[in-house]
């Protein structure tokens, strides 16, 4: 699970006009696939119900 949540992230970022090939752009990106997964991993689904 949680290597298909990282490459869903990735893919999205890179969906949504994010790249990887320049350092700057990587530190960018890199930090915000690692923000968006500890949220994912800090949302508890069962709290919404």
């Known amino acids: 699970m949680d290597e298909l949540v990282l490459l869903t992230t990735h893919g999205l970022?890179?969906?949504l006009g994010f790249d990887h090939a320049?350092?700057?752009e990587e530190r960018e990106?890199?930090?915000l696939q690692r923000e968006l997964i500890k949220g994912?991993?800090?949302y508890d689904r069962r709290s919404d119900r």
């Open 13 to 15: 970022l890179h969906l």
């Open 22 to 24: 320049e350092p700057e």
């Open 29 to 31: 990106m890199f930090g």
């Open 40 to 42: 994912f991993a800090g």
